[in-house]
């Protein structure tokens, strides 16, 4: 199939900003992780934000340090979290930076709606109404930070900011473009009146992308400041990780159950086009464009926030630091005395102190009653409460597509905690296929192969994933 291509993976996540190398010799991907920072939010004014010049700035370095390892890089893409965006003005500069989706700006937005309100919306879009989605934040930002919008000329979403800054093109990739409820996700269109009532024109998004497509090069400027002398083409890949990720799935069934568990748990399952009826509406799932021309029916679920959060906390009181695996472990003696809890209960969201959250919703007890928290106990009954989480999310899933599945695929940083999908294979009746490989910079990187191979079914596509990974099975 010709010779090894250097395929660059930007991941960026909530977390961690990565740069991942991924070469392709015609059957495989093999993939390195060449460098990884890590991301967070900071406060200003009594708002949360990311860093943009950062992020961007560790993306460079990891664009230089890839070019030093291999030698030459064929193409780069990039990956994100979903919802959050940032304004262009007519000058080509930013209104501001980037506010995150933990303010608290688009959940006072939604509870102005009515129920009907809400249903209306997601029968224009396909999507279901949010607090993080990107149209209520903006129309929260009219009310509380009309600087923004006043002056802005195009809205770029996360991924969309980066493949500006590298290339000067804006685009607006559809995946991301979908996690803003002002798309119709069935007819890939801007829905003006949607626009509208988040304050904005229909023309603040600019031409929508297509996966395996290219973008534009590399900024001369930017690659001369690396040392690199050849031109680097910027491709469209499927920009929100979840859809990055859910195209990573090792199976060569076209649709298929998964969970990309990551900060969030995105659950849910691949399909030919979107479904938007009552059952999905009743279910709280939502229909999100996926890569290549397919859909993710999912729900967006709670994930490894919590177990950041309580690692964090843990490390703190403590004093110690401890590693992940042996994080993970403490739970064990108390796996037969895990108590269930909502993990999707609002006092998760973003609370002063999770363990204190998780101790009162699951019934443990209070913290100042003790001398120490207990820990095996508390992470217990969070790894059970997910995993019952991701089960009952995945049941109603299947009876909204009307399909049979034979296994579920997880992936992401999640799929490590076995605990977690023992519990979801015993729930479901269903095996669980984990794969803690790089799948989300496995889904970046077949997509840009489309772009070299443009002959290449969807079909071959997938043998290349399945070559790529291998998994783990948990059986019911």
Not at 153 to 182: A, H, R, Y
Not at 364 to 393: C, H, N, Q
Not at 433 to 444: F, T
Request: glycine share 10%; net charge negative.
């Amino acid at each position: 199939m010709g010779d090894v291509l250097n395929l660059l993976a930007f991941d960026c996540g909530n977390s961690s900003i990565r740069t991942i190398l991924c070469r392709f010799d015609g059957t495989s991907i093999e993939s390195e992780i060449i460098l990884q920072e890590p991301n967070g939010i900071h406060e200003r004014g009594g708002y949360l934000y990311w860093d943009t010049a950062a992020i961007f700035g560790i993306l460079k370095r990891g664009l230089g340090m890839a070019h030093e390892k291999a030698g030459r890089i064929d193409s780069v893409g990039i990956c994100t979290w979903g919802v959050d965006f940032q304004m262009l003005d007519r000058e080509g500069g930013f209104t501001d930076e980037i506010l995150c989706y933990r303010n608290p700006i688009g959940e006072s937005e939604i509870s102005l709606l009515s129920a009907e309100q809400q249903k209306e919306m997601f029968y224009r879009t396909g999507i279901l109404c949010d607090r993080i989605n990107s149209v209520f934040m903006l129309k929260g930002i009219g009310k509380c930070l009309p600087h923004i919008t006043e002056r802005a000329e195009k809205m770029l979403l996360v991924p969309d900011i980066f493949v500006w800054l590298f290339t000067g093109k804006v685009i607006n990739e559809p995946c991301e473009l979908s996690t803003t409820q002002m798309m119709d996700v069935r007819t890939m269109t801007i829905c003006e009146d949607i626009c509208e009532y988040a304050g904005v024109k229909a023309d603040i998004f600019g031409e929508i992308g297509k996966h395996g497509k290219l973008i534009g090069n590399i900024k001369r400027e930017i690659l001369d400041e690396l040392g690199i002398g050849y031109d680097i083409p910027f491709l469209c890949v499927p920009s929100h990780d979840t859809a990055c990720a859910a195209l990573a799935i090792p199976s060569m069934e076209d649709e298929y159950l998964f969970v990309s568990s990551g900060t969030w748990a995105l659950v849910g399952a691949q399909c030919a086009s979107p479904i938007v009826d009552d059952r999905v509406y009743e279910a709280h799932l939502t229909n999100e464009v996926g890569g290549f021309g397919y859909t993710t029916l999912l729900r967006n679920n709670a994930g490894m926030f919590i177990i950041q959060r309580l690692k964090e906390e843990y490390q703190r009181e403590t004093g110690e630091k401890i590693s992940w695996n042996d994080f993970t472990a403490l739970a064990d003696p108390c796996r037969d005395s895990a108590r269930h809890f909502d993990v999707n209960d609002a006092r998760l969201f973003n609370p002063e102190c999770m363990a204190d959250e998780i101790m009162d919703l699951a019934g443990i007890g209070k913290a100042e009653d003790m001398a120490r928290r207990p820990w095996p106990l508390i992470l217990a009954s969070t790894y059970i409460s997910l995993g019952d989480s991701f089960a009952e999310v995945l049941t109603t899933v299947m009876s909204c597509t009307g399909k049979s599945y034979d296994r579920i695929y997880i992936v992401g940083g999640g799929s490590r905690n076995r605990m977690i999908n023992e519990r979801c294979a015993e729930k479901t009746g269903l095996p669980v296929s984990a794969c803690d490989m790089e799948c989300s910079s496995v889904g970046n990187a077949v997509s840009q192969i489309a772009y070299f191979h443009p002959e290449y079914t969807y079909g071959q596509l997938r043998k290349i994933v399945c070559s790529s990974l291998t998994t783990k099975i948990y059986s019911p």
